[in-house]
């Protein structure tokens, strides 16, 4: 059965640090992966997504992710966070045409 | 361009009541899905609906759970007496009208229930 992993419940990082979630996934086929953003009141939001090519993805707001199958990985990378950044981040993995599964989510605290 | 709204964003009932979740999806938008997040876990699937129409339930739970996407108005997502177990963050997501896909989900911001 699919099923995602994100090791680290709760990160703490320094403004301006870089950050690296670590996302490791369980399919058989080649996977579509996904990260989400879910702001404080907000809904989920895509940030990128891997389907084939080039396995280091970009994405919106300066995040990138690097699809390692080896690993069976697809951790999501900042080089600087912004306070911003903030929130609960979401790996998930395609199944089917339609549905997602998701890992259980790590929160992201920045703290000044 | 509103997003796909859910309504309400909390809702508190005490066990044995009924609980009715409200998902209105982007506008274009025919596809409903309906996520539940348990504390401490992911998003799990539970129903795929099109106009009129459940797709796929596989996710559902096969008692007190039900759920509905009329020809007007938003999709529903109707728990009967519940229990303390269904205090979850329940998430609609919506698609475009050409194609169910994973690659286009646009996500509500989830109700909160809350079992007393």
């Known amino acids: 059965a699919q099923s995602v992993t994100q090791p680290d419940i709760h990160i703490t990082v320094s403004e301006g640090a870089s950050l690296e979630l670590r996302c490791n996934y369980s399919?058989?086929?080649?996977?579509?992966l996904f990260w989400y953003v879910q702001s404080p009141g907000q809904g989920l939001q895509l940030l990128l997504k891997y389907f084939s090519g080039d396995t280091l993805v970009q994405g919106i707001k300066g995040f990138e992710a690097e699809f390692k199958r080896s690993q069976s990985s697809f951790n999501l990378r900042k080089p600087s966070v912004h306070w911003s950044d903030a929130a609960e981040y979401f790996c998930?993995?395609?199944?089917?045409?339609?549905?997602?599964?998701f890992g259980a989510g790590t929160t992201v605290t920045v703290r000044a | 361009n509103a997003g796909v709204m859910q309504n309400p964003r909390h809702l508190v009932r005490r066990r044995g009541q009924e609980a009715r979740l409200r998902c209105s999806p982007m506008?274009?938008?025919?596809?409903v899905y309906w996520y539940r997040q348990l504390p401490e876990e992911g998003l799990k699937f539970m129903v795929y609906?099109?106009?009129?129409?459940?797709?796929?339930e596989s996710g559902m739970p096969k008692e007190r759970f039900s759920a509905e996407f009329p020809k007007e108005g938003p999709s529903i997502l109707r728990i009967q007496q519940v229990v303390r177990g269904d205090s979850a963050a329940y998430f609609c997501?919506?698609?475009?009208?050409?194609?169910?896909?994973?690659?286009?989900?646009?996500f509500g911001s989830g109700t909160q229930l809350s079992v007393l």
């Open positions: 998930a993995v395609g199944v089917g045409d339609y549905k997602l599964s």
């Open positions: 609906l099109q106009k009129e129409n459940i797709i796929d």
């Open positions: 506008k274009g938008h025919s596809h």
């Open positions: 997501a919506s698609s475009p009208a050409e194609y169910a896909t994973n690659e286009k989900l646009f």
């Open positions: 399919y058989g086929a080649t996977p579509y």
